[in-house]
């Protein structure tokens, strides 16, 4: 493209015997104005910058060609999906992926259905917050446990792209779920406070005192008997 640029600057008019083919005419006007000519030549319509789409990973452009008039660019994009870091499985905790609206643990994403996209009409892109389930689940990550444990998600993911015109999407759903602090499987809604009253306090009188009397009194009464058997 340089060389084309630089042809007007090798014309008579500009032609200079101090001037080689390796010498730079990017800051001549014969060159510059040129290059206006010519500035469809140096956008690269299948660059990085012109993929449409949103992915995780776009590795390279195999190939780009033109046939009358039609641009076509071929981009190799990778199928990425949410992971779970499997190093961070503990005792309690653990962290689960999988396809978004789906109805069961399905990691391979062998039954996922897909998600339908909300387009914005100024940019023709999907809207970030508008994608719902194919299969009419109401949440992206729905609850894969059946209330049967406590789960955050932790994150959902969609990658997007058009291929002819067509738009693609994959989804998926990162769970950090609890194994532990499980919840309960009958739980009461609204409880009705029953306390124990508080006991009465009656402290308990000592038996020892009592007991010493007593003796005595007995003690008093056989004397008194035997007493009267001696005047008799």
């Given at each position: 493209?340089?060389?084309?640029?630089?042809?007007?600057?090798?014309?008579?008019?500009?032609?200079?015997?101090?001037?080689?083919?390796?010498?730079?005419?990017?800051?001549?006007?014969?060159?510059?104005?040129?290059?206006?000519?010519?500035?469809?030549?140096?956008?690269?319509?299948?660059?990085?910058?012109?993929?449409?789409?949103?992915?995780?990973?776009?590795?390279?452009?195999?190939?780009?060609?033109?046939?009358?008039?039609?641009?076509?660019?071929?981009?190799?994009?990778?199928?990425?999906?949410?992971?779970?870091?499997?190093?961070?499985?503990?005792?309690?905790?653990?962290?689960?992926?999988?396809?978004?609206?789906?109805?069961?643990?399905?990691?391979?994403?062998?039954?996922?259905?897909g998600v339908n996209a909300t387009?914005?009409?100024?940019?023709?892109?999907?809207?970030?917050?508008?994608?719902?389930?194919?299969?009419?689940?109401?949440?992206?990550?729905?609850?894969?446990?059946?209330?049967?444990?406590?789960?955050?998600v932790v994150e959902d993911r969609?990658?997007?792209?058009?291929?002819?015109?067509?738009?693609?999407?994959?989804?998926?759903?990162?769970?950090?779920?609890?194994?532990?602090?499980?919840?309960?499987?009958?739980?009461?809604?609204?409880?009705?406070?029953?306390?124990?009253?508080?006991?009465?306090?009656?402290?308990?009188?000592?038996?020892?005192?009592?007991?010493?009397?007593?003796?005595?009194?007995?003690?008093?009464?056989?004397?008194?008997?035997?007493?009267?058997?001696?005047?008799?």
């Amino acid at each position: 493209y340089d060389d084309l640029f630089a042809l007007p600057c090798w014309d008579n008019e500009w032609n200079n015997e101090t001037w080689a083919p390796e010498d730079d005419f990017r800051n001549e006007s014969c060159y510059k104005d040129n290059q206006q000519d010519y500035e469809y030549v140096s956008y690269e319509p299948c660059s990085t910058e012109s993929f449409l789409g949103s992915v995780t990973s776009l590795e390279y452009i195999p190939d780009e060609h033109i046939f009358e008039d039609v641009c076509t660019c071929d981009y190799m994009v990778r199928n990425c999906r949410v992971l779970e870091d499997r190093n961070t499985r503990g005792e309690c905790q653990e962290e689960v992926a999988n396809p978004c609206c789906a109805i069961d643990f399905d990691y391979d994403y062998n039954n996922f259905t897909g998600v339908n996209a909300t387009i914005d009409t100024d940019t023709g892109k999907p809207l970030e917050d508008g994608w719902t389930c194919s299969n009419g689940m109401d949440s992206l990550c729905p609850d894969l446990w059946n209330n049967s444990r406590k789960y955050v998600v932790v994150e959902d993911r969609v990658n997007w792209w058009y291929d002819n015109g067509e738009l693609y999407s994959i989804c998926g759903c990162l769970y950090q779920v609890d194994e532990c602090n499980l919840p309960s499987t009958d739980p009461t809604a609204d409880p009705t406070a029953d306390p124990t009253e508080i006991p009465t306090f009656e402290p308990t009188e000592s038996d020892g005192d009592g007991a010493l009397e007593i003796k005595l009194s007995f003690t008093v009464i056989i004397m008194i008997i035997l007493s009267i058997i001696t005047l008799l």
